[in-house]
């Protein structure tokens, strides 16, 4: 698969909360990296990731933007409560690699109604 066509089944495996699939795009040592928190490094801490996120809260990803340049993809998104955010997926043979996302953390922590970074409770 081409870099668009992964991150266009990536977005469609984490619209459906599937964490197994997602982590089926991803190399056995693949960096996920969302600048808001520390870089989870292999396939298999991607998925305990992800399972973790989605337990967490329900979280839709809504393209505006989709481009591919050689073995990147850049992905420009929104969701249904307001957040806004873009990813970075470098894809060789069919996998991501690294992956790279910028949001803003405290945001989506309000908007889903979790907890604050030092919030007493």
Same mark, same amino acid.
Request: aromatic letters at 12%; hydrophobic letters at 45%.
């Given at each position: 698969?081409? #870099?668009?066509?992964v991150? $266009?089944?990536?977005?469609e495996?984490?619209?459906?909360?599937? =964490?197994?699939?997602?982590? =089926?795009l991803? /190399?056995?040592?693949? $960096?996920?990296?969302?600048?808001?928190q520390s870089p989870?490094?292999?396939?298999?801490?991607?998925?305990k990731?992800?399972? /973790?996120?989605?337990?967490? =809260?329900?979280?839709?990803?809504? #393209?505006?933007?989709?481009?591919?340049d050689?073995?990147?993809?850049?992905?420009?998104w929104?969701? #249904?409560?307001?957040?806004?955010?873009?990813?970075?997926?470098?894809?060789?043979?069919?996998r991501?690699?690294?992956?790279?996302?910028?949001?803003?953390?405290? /945001?989506? !922590?309000a908007l889903h109604g !979790? #907890?604050?970074p030092?919030?007493?409770g």
């Amino acid at each position: 698969m081409r #870099p668009r066509e992964v991150v $266009t089944a990536w977005v469609e495996a984490f619209n459906r909360a599937d =964490a197994a699939a997602l982590a =089926a795009l991803y /190399s056995d040592g693949a $960096t996920n990296h969302q600048v808001a928190q520390s870089p989870v490094q292999g396939r298999a801490e991607i998925r305990k990731m992800f399972e /973790s996120e989605f337990a967490r =809260a329900a979280m839709v990803c809504i #393209p505006e933007n989709l481009f591919e340049d050689g073995e990147w993809a850049m992905l420009e998104w929104r969701d #249904p409560k307001g957040l806004r955010g873009c990813g970075f997926f470098h894809v060789v043979d069919g996998r991501i690699v690294f992956q790279r996302g910028y949001w803003d953390k405290l /945001s989506f !922590l309000a908007l889903h109604g !979790l #907890p604050m970074p030092g919030a007493a409770g």
